[in-house]
């Protein structure tokens, strides 16, 4: 059973940075898929970025310039850096993973979930 478990989350201020990580256990998995996602209040879940076993990356295009995907393989860790936040970035992130590479362009619907864990940018 694949198991995601995200820490880091917690407050900042609008300028300010948070990292945040996601403990993976993909149970000798070789390829595969690992996203953030975020989800606030009445809207859609939306993919914040996405990193694949063979190391492509790709990112919402709104989030590409302050946001950064990196994985730790000696540590099973995935981790998110936001830079610059504003109070927009607000929301639930959740880590995700398929098991299968990540695609290109397409939309991935990921079959693993996080729990999720609250981010809030006051200004």
């Known amino acids: 059973q694949v198991q995601l478990k995200e820490s880091g989350g917690g407050s900042a201020q609008t300028g300010e940075s948070l990292k945040l990580s996601c403990e993976v256990s993909l149970y000798g998995h070789q390829s595969y898929c690992l996203a953030w996602f975020r989800q606030g209040s009445g809207n859609e879940r939306e993919e914040v970025a996405r990193?694949?076993?063979?190391?492509?990356?790709r990112y919402q295009d709104s989030m590409k310039r302050r946001f950064t995907i990196s994985k730790d393989d000696a540590t099973n860790t995935l981790y998110l850096e936001m830079a610059g936040l504003v109070p927009e970035d607000t929301d639930i992130y959740y880590c995700?993973?398929?098991?299968?590479?990540?695609?290109?362009?397409?939309?991935?619907?990921?079959?693993?979930w996080g729990q999720g864990i609250q981010v809030t940018v006051s200004a």
């Open positions: 995700a993973a398929t098991l299968w590479t990540c695609p290109r362009q397409a939309p991935i619907h990921p079959n693993y």
């Open positions: 990193i694949s076993s063979d190391g492509m990356r």
